[in-house]
């Protein structure tokens, strides 16, 4: 499985883009976004907002598992990058190779985070349970860590991100004390963890409640002890999937204690990768539930559901990396759960759509997909953009490996890519299909 640690992306991915420098860009988008101050919100292939298909697709969708990532090339404005964030994916890659781009991108994330501009109310990464100094020292010598890195995590995450009413919910639960009993290891060559069983009736009682409708809590809850260099601690969400081996029971159950609290940080001072870091060396536990409401509450006094709607968008807006490069020097070292691709393929120049196809496979995660938004379908003479057709992307990406999940070809008026101005009618001869890729199994 490769990396995909979000820690050290800058260093891992790209080389910084200055110009329009690979073969597949043409030489006009540069100039399209940086004439007369910039390129105005909804002209030219500016649609002002998240595209359709985009849009309706993940509404109909569920939330992605902890930790997923997704790419969007050629982001614009990040429109669609933000989307995904709102949506849950932990960390979002937007990739454009316009200088122009990439700074109108992060304008357009400074101003829809909100409070990600600075000021304003902490948001939560994760409500867990945090052992306590004697459980720690307990849980290392029955099971010493093999790796390097000894995190410094010493947690059980209950909920990631929580989404509002959970978070509401969990609340009210903060120092509580509780038990783990740990059961299994799970370890490989980049990554240590021991999976754990909540002992505490009444806890377990009321965290059941909470995710009985389906939430951000761990499918299988774990605490992650050691990583080799270079792996991040997410990594463990990974390995704990495979069977551990269980815990010698020659003595009594090995039993750690700790209390549920909270991870806070406050919102980064710029949509950076700079500013994340910062905010993250901020990061604060905290379990009581006073101290919790005053951070995660606004300064200005706003009530719960619009301090939760500020927290929310500052977190999406912060899970969203802009990157300036050229997408075929991403490195394939960092993989993707989701690639999104809207109107990318059909401004990259015809004789570099082999090599599209060829990257996006080196850079989709194992499990992961490829989500294309075939546009514009109909009859016309050159581009960008460049006439599609579902049969061109099978015939591009189906000898490298992929395979059609799903084709939908015949998308409602409404959920086809368009600008606000243009009629519904022009869907007629600029028509949008949505076609879900996946790698074939080799086994």
């Known amino acids: 499985m490769q990396q995909r640690a979000r820690a050290g ?27 007369d101050g910039g390129l105005p919100k909804g002209t030219r292939f500016d649609v002002a ?15 992605p598992g902890p930790g997923a990532r997704a790419l969007v090339p050629g982001c614009g404005r990040a429109y669609d990058a933000l989307a995904l964030a709102r949506h849950g994916y932990a960390s979002v890659v937007a990739v454009d190779l316009s200088p122009a781009a990439c700074e109108a991108a992060r304008e357009e ?42 995190t410094g995590q010493q947690h059980l995450t209950l909920f990631f991100e929580p989404a509002a009413a959970e978070l509401a919910a969990a609340l009210p639960l903060l120092s509580t004390l509780c038990t783990l009993r740990v059961e299994a290891e799970a370890s ?61 029971r020659a003595t009594a159950p090995l039993l750690v204690t700790g209390k549920v609290a909270v991870a806070v940080e406050p919102p980064p001072a710029t949509a950076t990768a700079e500013g994340r870091a910062a905010a993250k060396a901020s990061r ?10 005053r951070l995660l509450l ?20 912060s899970s969203v990396d802009v990157v300036c490069a050229d997408f075929f020097a991403l490195d394939a070292r960092v993989q993707y759960d989701l ?9 990259l120049e015809p004789a570099a759509r082999g090599r ?28 960008p953009p460049f006439a599609m057709s579902v049969p061109l992307v099978r015939s591009l990406l189906e000898p490298v490996g992929f395979e059609a999940a799903v084709v939908r070809d015949n998308l409602p008026h409404e959920e086809q890519h368009r600008r606000p101005s243009d009629e519904l009618s022009s869907v007629r001869t600029r028509g949008t299909a949505l076609v879900s890729w996946r790698l074939r199994s080799t086994k």
């Open 356 to 383: 599209w196809a060829e990257q996006m496979r080196a850079l989709l995660a194992p499990g992961g997909e490829l989500l294309t938004a075939v546009f514009p379908i109909g009859e016309r003479d050159g581009g």
């Open 109 to 150: 994330l400074q101003a829809s985070g909100g409070s990600a501009g600075g000021g304003g109310a902490w948001r939560v990464r994760y409500v867990g349970v945090m052992l306590d100094p004697t459980s720690v020292d307990a849980l290392a010598a029955a099971v010493p860590p093999r790796h390097p890195n000894v």
């Open 188 to 248: 490989d060559s980049r990554g240590q963890a021991v999976t754990v069983a909540l002992a505490t009736p009444e806890l377990a009682d009321s965290l059941g409640a909470i995710t009985a409708g389906g939430s951000g809590r761990r499918d299988s809850p774990h605490i992650t002890l050691s990583t080799a260099d270079g792996v991040e601690a997410c990594y463990s969400n990974e390995l704990v999937r495979r069977e551990g081996v269980p815990l010698p």
């Open 298 to 317: 606004p300064p200005s006094g706003e009530g719960e559901a619009e301090a939760a709607a500020a927290a929310a968008a500052a977190a999406a807006a």
């Open 9 to 35: 992306l800058c260093t891992l991915l790209v080389r910084t883009a200055s110009s329009m420098s690979h073969a597949g860009a043409s030489p006009h988008w540069e100039k399209l976004w940086a004439q």
């Open 284 to 293: 604060r536990i905290v379990a009581d539930p006073t101290e919790a409401a």
């Open 49 to 63: 907002g998240v595209a359709r298909p985009l849009a309706a697709e993940l509404s109909r969708r569920s939330k």
């Open 339 to 347: 690639i999104w691709d809207c109107t990318f393929l059909c401004a």
